[in-house]
């Protein structure tokens, strides 16, 4: 047994479970040890059961549970609800709230054997206004948001696997910030059954780990499907570099960063070519933010009817004055607008397997006053596109700095083999 | 002040309060004294709230709570969230669980000014297991499902609105059975916060009402606009009428009444053509299913896991059976299916204005061990279109049966005028 299963993957430790040289109940306490030794300070977690995660524990080790997941410790952002934890979408207007049901994802990862251990902070109702959680890697950073307790708890080694959810920005970005990985499917190909709906036309669920392989594994669960043996694709793939009209914009780090993983992925044999966005595709953050805003004064009717004077005034004067602001003409076209741009698609990737680019604009920024930039999710998450952070690069203070992938529509399976392949060869 | 306000449409109702001709207490107290009088027979309601719905009504009558809406009388489906009414589902699971928020379209009409009185019967998780609900307007035979509830409501006048949701047949088909009116928006058009997920790919919130200018007042509310005033449209519509291959299903009589409708809008100055749908829609039924009972599995993991015993036999031998047996691969084809048909969708409405055909295969069938057929449903519900029916027809034993009118995507607004326009020449 290793003194610290809290380190493995899931991929890692399960094999270990499987080989008989851990037991679920070790792995879970390592990581509830792990909790208990930094959450005081990073705040995490706004619920953590241990006894609920002991007794799913003991149910592993007894045979009692099985799956795919049996014995793996796994954390739920606290926008997705559990009928045995409160569910408080990060608004005190919910303090304390219990759902009646566990979320599509939740319930499968339970069916598969995983063991939630508890959830975490998201911002307010997944949207700007920043949790208490503090960036595991520099407890002076912000985390990113808004599945800001998922990547720090993935970080941090509380555990192995967390769901994040994201809108705009609001996986790949906080798992850049705090060096993990992170994930989001094609959108449609996860269920958000019991998962707050912020903005349907772009919502998906967000996985966050410390390696592809536990990606596709959590994928298999979540669609259902007997877990194949991950592996890294055989070929190196075609690659399109793209800097995106946020180039100016970039770390000037990030920028020698990318391109000098361009250039060794070429050199290790993939193509690797400059690729430009469609000029039609300059629309897609302002529709994003057209047609965000306007379904998410929408969906939270009943607490901008009901309680007003507990939304934060930084929602209220952002994203729901925008949304009250916004017309459904307005929003219609923005609709349209996004639509069309995915016409394009199939035309974008016609000679290449992925599109690579940054995960964020730079390392995570000091102080908690924001969550840092979603500039780069509100020109690809319009477009529904399976993405992939991978840890790759060091900022100029040495913070992690994401790669960002994203693949066609539906072609996830080879996104993550690819992405395996572009970080064995960086 | 008219003796009998629950028999008036909303718009009628709420034009008498603008004259001082009525107060939102006596129009909820007539429609409480008729679920009184009537639902101890019919079981349209799993729940009424007369204290709650009396309190709201006398904040519109003393102008506390203002909007379009100001004391319209409504009822919500059991499978939309309410704070202060306990939702089930349609399942014992959840006998009196009570969620911490109102779902985005009840939060919307509540803001409007609407009076929720209560919540009706669904099918089992808005599936295919029948509620107690009868047919109001006859006693043996099914009210159609799974909106049964508010189908039965609004028919018996018990409320003039009423939201049903819909993810093959199941607002069209309860409100063609009951000689009401029922509408789905665009896929996507209406907010579903707190609706309980079906299968996403397909769920759309359902207006039931007895007017098509509640429908689009309704409308109004739930994509926030300023209420307009609606009238029918002045020029005659370019209909597509389509018998669909359904047609050597359909009741003899509704063949019959269908020709005779068709022939006397073109003599009323429409331009009436009959309409063949593109072969690759053969595909749409059995795509449909397979979505469906993909996505159903996955949304319902949770009782699936935990509560099995307490699910219907016919919903396990059903739908879930089927889900479960789904590959994902079968998943992922049906839906690209259904992308591709989508594509004609331009062609087919290339020289109409609507497609015209029918809401069910005829009167509601006797008996209460099945909802009748969704057929038609499973072949128009993949396309996302906006549609509506109309009571228009008697058939053989004088029960009602609708016409279907089905607009481009997007078109609800025209398609409302015409369907008006249509009714109004029948």
Redesign the interface.
């Known amino acids: 047994m290793p003194h610290s299963p809290f380190r493995l993957t899931a991929t890692e430790a399960l094999g270990r479970i499987a080989a008989g040289d851990l037991t679920a109940r070790e792995w879970t306490e390592s990581c509830l040890d792990r909790i208990e030794a930094l959450d005081r300070e990073i705040r995490a977690f706004v619920h953590v059961d241990p006894a609920g995660a002991r007794k799913a524990a003991a149910e592993v080790d007894a045979g009692r549970r099985k799956g795919p997941l049996a014995g793996a410790p796994f954390a739920a952002k606290d926008i997705i609800d559990t009928?045995d934890m409160p569910t408080a979408y990060g608004s005190e207007i919910?303090a304390g709230?219990r759902?009646?049901?566990?979320?599509?994802p939740?319930?499968?990862a339970?069916?598969a054997g995983a063991v939630l251990l508890g959830k975490t902070v998201t911002t307010e109702f997944a949207n700007l206004t920043p949790g208490p959680t503090l960036n595991p890697l520099a407890i002076d950073r912000t985390p990113g948001g808004s599945s800001s307790g998922s990547a720090a708890a993935v970080a941090a080694g509380m555990v192995p696997l967390a769901y994040g959810t994201q809108t705009t920005q609001s996986t790949i970005r906080p798992a850049s910030y705090c060096g993990v990985h992170g994930y989001c499917p094609t959108q449609?190909d996860f269920?958000?059954?019991?998962v707050?709906?912020a903005a349907?036309?772009f919502d998906r669920l967000g996985l966050i780990t410390r390696s592809i392989a536990d990606i596709a594994l959590l994928r298999d669960v979540?669609?259902?499907?007997r877990p194949r043996t991950f592996e890294a694709c055989p070929e190196p793939p075609s690659i399109g570099f793209c800097r995106t009209q946020l180039w100016p914009t970039m770390d000037p780090t990030l920028q020698a960063e990318l391109l000098r993983a361009a250039a060794r992925l070429g050199e290790a044999g993939a193509s690797v070519v400059e690729i430009e966005l469609p000029a039609v595709f300059a629309i897609l953050p302002d529709a994003h933010r057209t047609v965000s805003s306007f379904?998410f004064?929408?969906?939270?009717?009943?607490?901008?009817?009901?309680h007003w004077e507990r939304i934060s005034p930084q929602l209220r004067h952002g994203r729901i004055a925008d949304g009250l602001a916004t017309?459904?003409e307005r929003y219609?076209a923005a609709?349209?607008a996004i639509a069309q741009a995915r016409t394009q698609l199939p035309a974008v990737f016609e000679k290449i397997d992925l599109i690579m680019t940054a995960s964020t604009l730079g390392e995570a920024p000091h102080g908690f006053k924001s969550t840092g930039s979603a500039a780069i999710g509100a020109l690809f998450t319009p477009l529904g596109l399976p993405c992939i952070t991978i840890p790759a690069f060091k900022g100029p203070t040495a913070m992690p700095m994401g790669l960002q992938a994203l693949g066609p529509l539906?072609g996830d399976d080879a996104l993550l083999a690819q992405a395996a392949w572009i970080e064995a060869n960086l």
């Open positions: 009928h919910y709230a759902p009646a049901a566990d979320a599509s939740v319930a499968m339970r069916a449609g269920r958000l059954s019991g707050r709906e349907g036309s979540l669609i259902r499907r379904e004064v929408r969906n939270f009717a009943f607490e901008i009817d009901r017309t459904y219609v609709g349209a539906g």
